[in-house]
């Protein structure tokens, strides 16, 4: 079975800094990795995702994520934090494979961006 | 372009009492369809998936139901509530590939009273 870890519970970062939200992963074979936003009492909003390819990968509102299949992490990062940027990070796996379209979801990280 | 709905957004309940919490999508045919519970504002738990009209996987046994009586309409269901069945309900779809993202609907709020 799969699993991922969100080591982090809680991240704060100054208004204009870099951010990193670390997200390590355990999945037989090679992975699908999913990055998902959520703002407080609302649904979850996809930001990117790894399928395969280049190992960084680009998604909304200027987030990227790297994949390093060695550490097993895909971290999600972000040049120049924006409180906007405030809220519920979610990291998720599917296993690649036929019938992989169940995700399993890490715990999540609150990122509280500080003007 | 694809949306989800859910409703109510909000409910408030007595223990004991009935549940019916409904999900549409619109816009796209055939989807994968999922229910989640999300406690206290975090972790997510998969609750049911669906495959197709009439096919219902369980990940977690308890107090709740799932069916799918029309290709895009996915209802949760429970014939007497918990203190425990308190959360954010939260409803998705994906298209039936593999690597797929799941786009998820607003979620409604269940409190048991």
């Known amino acids: 079975a799969q699993s991922v870890a969100q080591p982090e519970d809680q991240v704060n970062v100054a208004e204009g800094n870099p951010l990193t939200v670390k997200c390590t992963y355990s999945v037989s074979g090679n992975p699908y990795l999913f990055w998902y936003v959520q703002y407080p009492n609302r649904g979850l909003q996809f930001l990117l995702k790894?399928?395969?390819?280049?190992?960084l990968v680009k998604g909304s509102y200027g987030f990227e994520a790297e994949f390093n299949k060695s550490q097993t992490s895909f971290h999600l990062k972000k040049p120049s934090a924006l409180v906007s940027d405030s809220a519920l990070y979610f990291c998720?796996?599917?296993?690649?494979?036929?019938?992989?379209?169940?995700?399993?979801f890490g715990k999540g990280t609150k990122l509280s961006v500080i003007p | 372009s694809q949306t989800i709905h859910q409703w109510p957004a909000t409910l408030v309940q007595p223990v004991g009492s009935p549940l019916s919490l409904e999900c549409t999508v619109e816009?796209?045919?055939?989807?994968?369809l999922y229910w989640y519970r999300q406690a206290a504002g975090r972790g997510l738990q998969l609750l049911f998936y669906?495959?197709?009209?009439?096919?219902i996987s369980s990940e977690v046994p308890q107090n709740l139901s799932a069916s799918r009586p029309q290709d895009r309409q996915f209802i949760l269901s429970s014939k007497k509530l918990l203190l425990s069945d308190s959360g954010f309900y939260l409803c998705a779809w994906s298209p039936g590939l593999a690597g797929k993202e799941q786009f998820f609907g607003p979620g409604t709020r269940l409190t048991v009273l």
């Open positions: 669906s495959v197709g009209i009439g096919q």
């Open positions: 998720a796996v599917s296993p690649v494979g036929a019938g992989s379209y169940q995700l399993t």
């Open positions: 790894y399928i395969t390819g280049d190992n």
């Open positions: 816009g796209t045919s055939n989807p994968n």
